[in-house]
């Protein structure tokens, strides 16, 4: 296939980073846009699964040996990747010209905003890819532009935010409201250093999700929403099967998971997972193990082989002596697969923004249990903007009780209100497959961008 225009890719190596800008290549890709993904050679070697379709080029963070566990210091790995990462993104462009597939546009992750300053020098266009929601970053903008001071004075103090319900201060962003992560804060306020220069700014969300925030937040930036993107047989029933989901850090117990659930009544199920990097405190995990199994429902659990330990002690054992069948931990599972399972009724989720915009997809209720990052608003907006689930409170330590993990989950799989909340993901999922389907917001966003990148092609 001859292709008319040529993306180069820089994600940030994270799972999920690259989970979306992966999906979103291969849409792109599907419109006859040839695309390079430049992957860190730890993230490469790191890499569980790497059947995917589009190209993957190695650059380097100055870390090939062990990525940012290598680095001294969070701040040491961003200032050497700007370093190496330039010069190696610089390299592969200048290859890729040598084998005839020149570069015409660069769509990096606003994490690494130096790949502006690559893109001018080689006189390529550039989009920015935010894989947050327009909520997130209109937060982490107005904290940016010296608008929104936090730690806050009180503990529930309200904060009003153009484009935003008001909130308090606990639904805003870890990286704001603590004050101990200064560093991580810099990178993500950092995010709107260099957008001015900028052609597109993409977001991983879909119009009809943020309407009021998008509107906002495009009268600065030429936003255009471009998600859920999620591999579109999900969406769309009448694409073929194929389940591929591309890179995975982690190996998916795929079989152990999806043979337990066809054994499962329907929408008996509370799904549970933590995301890629999660790390609960010893004393939650205890508290989560004995809410799920007082709960009386059944429950697939994914704990990372490096939160294993934490589990009460004989609680695997127990599980697999128990004479019903109620719960399976498995270490990591295919979680849309998961999701669009027919016997999953329930997702307790820590509000990733790939979780939740994946439970939104596929319509899955959920109990929402932040942690950290982006998650406190994310969970904030699941349960009070879209009323899609509810949010398990925390006490003065910050710990979620399993009292509290039983009652929401009962709320969501039995009460009038998880009615409700059932009703509403209807909504919200036919909403989401529109966006992405022909014609629709998120569709036309995508169709306008690449016809825009055919205009300044070689
Ligand atoms: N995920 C998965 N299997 C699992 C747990 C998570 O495939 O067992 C995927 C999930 O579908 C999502 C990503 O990992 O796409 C996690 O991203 P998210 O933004 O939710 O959380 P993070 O890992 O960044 O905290």
Request: hydrophobic share 40%; glycine share 4%; aromatic share 10%.
């Amino acid at each position: 296939m001859s292709h008319k225009a040529h993306c180069l890719i820089l994600p940030y190596p994270i799972q999920g980073h690259i989970n979306p800008m992966l999906q979103f290549s291969k849409r792109l890709q599907s419109k006859n846009v040839k695309i390079t993904i430049a992957a860190t050679k730890f993230f490469l070697q790191t890499m569980q699964e790497l059947s995917t379709p589009v190209s993957i080029e190695a650059i380097s963070d100055g870390y090939d040996d062990g990525g940012i566990y290598q680095a001294e210091s969070f701040a040491a790995y961003i200032t050497r990747f700007k370093e190496v990462g330039s010069d190696t993104m610089s390299q592969l462009i200048e290859t890729l010209t040598t084998r005839g597939y020149p570069v015409n546009c660069i769509v990096y992750d606003p994490f690494l905003p130096w790949a502006v300053e690559v893109a001018k020098k080689y006189g390529l266009a550039c989009a920015a890819f935010f894989t947050q929601s327009c909520a997130v970053d209109n937060i982490y903008y107005h904290v940016h532009k010296g608008v929104l001071k936090l730690p806050p004075t009180e503990v529930d103090e309200e904060i009003s935010i153009p484009g935003l319900v008001t909130i308090e201060s606990s639904d805003v962003p870890s990286f704001v409201s603590t004050p101990e992560s200064a560093r991580a804060l810099e990178m993500l306020v950092n995010q709107f250093s260099n957008l001015e220069k900028i052609d597109w700014v993409l977001i991983n969300s879909f119009y009809e999700l943020e309407k009021e925030v998008t509107d906002w937040m495009s009268k600065l930036y030429p936003i255009k929403t471009i998600g859920p993107t999620i591999p579109s047989v999900y969406l769309d029933k009448r694409l073929p099967d194929d389940k591929e989901y591309g890179l995975s850090i982690f190996k998916p117990m795929t079989n152990e998971c999806l043979n337990w659930l066809n054994h499962q009544p329907i929408s008996s199920v509370v799904y549970v997972s933590f995301g890629s990097l999660t790390k609960l405190e010893p004393e939650q995990m205890e508290e989560l193990a004995w809410g799920l199994k007082n709960s009386n429902k059944n429950f697939l659990w994914v704990v990372r082989s490096t939160e294993e330990s934490k589990l009460p002690k004989n609680f695997l054992e127990e599980l697999k002596l128990a004479s019903e069948n109620k719960g399976l931990v498995v270490s990591w599972c295919p979680q849309l697969q998961v999701l669009e399972h027919k016997s999953v009724g329930c997702f307790l989720t820590h509000c990733g923004w790939n979780s939740t915009l994946e439970a939104i997809s596929l319509g899955v209720p959920m109990v929402a249990m932040p942690q950290w990052s982006d998650q406190p608003t994310n969970a904030k907006l699941v349960e009070d903007v879209w009323e899609m689930g509810v949010k398990a409170k925390q006490d003065e330590k910050g710990l979620v009780r399993r009292e509290v993990i039983e009652e929401c989950i009962r709320i969501v799989m039995e009460e009038e209100k998880g009615k409700m909340i059932k009703e509403n993901t209807k909504k919200w999922k036919e909403l989401a497959r529109n966006a992405v389907d022909e014609g629709g917001s998120s569709d036309r966003n995508i169709e306008e961008f690449v016809s825009k990148l055919l205009t300044i092609s070689y």
